[in-house]
């Protein structure tokens, strides 16, 4: 149940208003503490950038996915990865059995991410990837297919999602423990601060929180917890936090109450503001401003009365924009069945585009500004996230509330008691227990070819017999000597990858050096 639900009162007055003031915390779009938008003009400057999510089967069938949404007016990439891309293994391992291209593209090596980007012009088109344990082996291959297209690793625009902390609280892609894990995500801040500057090194995500089961307060809270352990972690290696700051970027959930995730964003942009102020000395005003990608919730789709899935997305994306996204994401009416197909795919770009074009919501920045309710919601917001983040603090920050599992206690304890408000209908979920139709419509299912697993083990093989063995095995030694040391590891393994070792080879040279993690029992 969320906070505006329990709330008995229906007319809300200024003297709901107290603890606020005008000039501190809401102050003008465009100046700090930027409750009301980043930008003076918001999207009368600059509309979000419509960035559909895709990813599937084989690096043909997604690039053809890509261009189709490309020439439908998209305007960013968001790419997904299967689950043995994400974990580390390649498309020939047993673990990799019925997974292959199913939850994303399947992608082993260099030679795979060429043929992903085939055609698309990356001095043209920013990409999101959405990639946590093996980011750095991503990276690293992108920039490669920007120097072979001629694109200059500094001129390359896009983010990776490489926030590592959020797997372990909630969605289980991870493979070293946590403090090699938070070696490799500062590695790649570093890098990228000096070889990749305009490259986003870090989403820091809410969004997986969230659909795991957290409340509003709680996924900004663990996202926020997870922030500062990140910027604690970059400046203990030395960088200044108006060198890295600037480059991260937060990836949020947008669900169903409306004015609840207005406020959620609202909140989240003050707060982040003071934090990189008041408590990391950050001068830049770039470095205060929140910026974050939105998608729409995957976890309030339904099986039945898929149509249905529409309207929600719509009201779920129009939260997003009134919240004030720089860039956004509308699931497809099928998800909870499939995999999108390319119509109900392009009926969520559609979906986006209506928004921006015929509803007038990109006139105004922050419209909801002022109103008694909103602005008494964003204060309850921030106020319940502090506390969090209080208590957070006292168990010695995000990284030892990992491992104690509180985190993933408090999570699994919301997730239960939304279970349990649907099942006594306190929350109503149309077609699922309300309004149920005797005869569901029935809906295309899109399938990823079987063959898919088969073919890409033998693009494996052929690559192996081809490639240069020995300056393979030179590269991955190498990388072990380093992951030894302190050395940043990507120019290490941004070498692996351009000898066409494999995605499995780099991240299993990593585990001899750095273990797998075995996580804490918390039920």
Request: proline residues 3%.
């Amino acid at each position: 149940m969320s906070i505006s639900d329990k709330n008995d009162k229906s007319v809300w007055t200024p003297e709901d208003l107290m603890s606020w003031s005008h000039e501190a915390r809401l102050g003008e779009p465009g100046k700090y503490p930027f409750t009301r938008g980043i930008y003076h003009d918001m999207y009368r400057r600059k509309l979000w950038t419509m960035r559909q999510y895709a990813g599937f089967g084989s690096a043909e069938e997604t690039n053809g996915r890509f261009r189709y949404l490309l020439a439908a007016g998209q305007t960013g990439l968001s790419v997904a990865f299967d689950l043995p891309t994400q974990m580390g293994y390649d498309s020939d391992h047993a673990m990799a059995v019925g997974e292959v291209g199913k939850t994303g593209v399947a992608i082993d090596s260099l030679a795979d991410m060429e043929r992903l980007f085939e055609g698309i012009d990356l001095s043209r088109v920013s990409t999101s990837m959405t990639i946590n344990a093996t980011s750095a082996i991503l990276l690293a291959m992108y920039r490669a297919v920007g120097i072979k297209q001629g694109v200059s690793p500094d001129q390359l625009q896009g983010t990776i999602q490489n926030d590592i902390l959020k797997e372990y609280e909630a969605r289980n892609t991870y493979i070293y423990p946590p403090h090699a894990s938070m070696r490799i995500v500062t590695d790649i801040f570093e890098y990228c601060a000096s070889e990749m500057p305009r490259f986003n090194t870090i989403s820091i995500s809410g969004y997986h929180i969230r659909e795991a089961g957290a409340t509003a307060v709680q996924e900004l809270a663990f996202t926020f917890a997870n922030a500062i352990e990140y910027v604690k972690a970059a400046l203990a290696r030395g960088l200044d936090i108006d060198q890295f700051a600037p480059r991260l970027s937060f990836f949020f959930v947008a669900q169903m109450n409306v004015f609840e995730e207005v406020a959620k964003f609202r909140a989240a942009r003050r707060l982040w503001a003071r934090l990189m102020r008041e408590r990391f000395g950050a001068k830049d005003m770039k470095s205060m401003m929140l910026r974050f990608h939105v998608q729409t919730a995957g976890s309030s789709l339904t099986l039945r009365q898929p149509d249905n899935n529409i309207v929600r997305t719509t009201m779920e994306a129009m939260a997003a924009v009134l919240g004030g996204c720089q860039s956004l994401h509308t699931n497809s009416k099928d998800e909870a069945i499939s995999l999108p197909s390319e119509a109900a795919a392009l009926t969520a770009l559609r979906t986006q585009q209506i928004i921006a074009c015929e509803t007038g919501l990109a006139n105004v920045a922050d419209p909801l500004g002022g109103s008694y309710f909103i602005e008494s919601l964003t204060d309850e917001v921030e106020e319940k996230v502090e506390d969090y983040l209080k208590i957070i603090e006292g168990l010695g920050g995000s990284m030892a509330a990992i491992e104690s599992g509180y985190i993933q206690r408090e999570i699994q304890e919301a997730a239960y008691q939304q279970h349990k408000d649907m099942e006594g209908k306190f929350k109503i979920v149309v077609g699922v227990n309300q309004f149920i139709d005797e005869c569901p419509e029935k809906a295309a299912v899109q399938r990823v070819d079987l063959e898919i697993e088969v073919e890409q083990q033998q693009r494996l093989l052929g690559l192996r017999r081809r490639r240069d063995q020995a300056k393979v095995d030179e590269s991955l030694r190498h990388l072990l000597e380093a992951a030894q040391t302190s050395e940043n590891l990507v120019p290490y393994i941004a070498s692996a990858v351009e000898c066409y070792s494999t995605l499995g080879e780099i991240s299993n040279t990593l585990r001899g050096a750095f273990g797998k993690f075995r996580p804490v029992v918390t039920i």
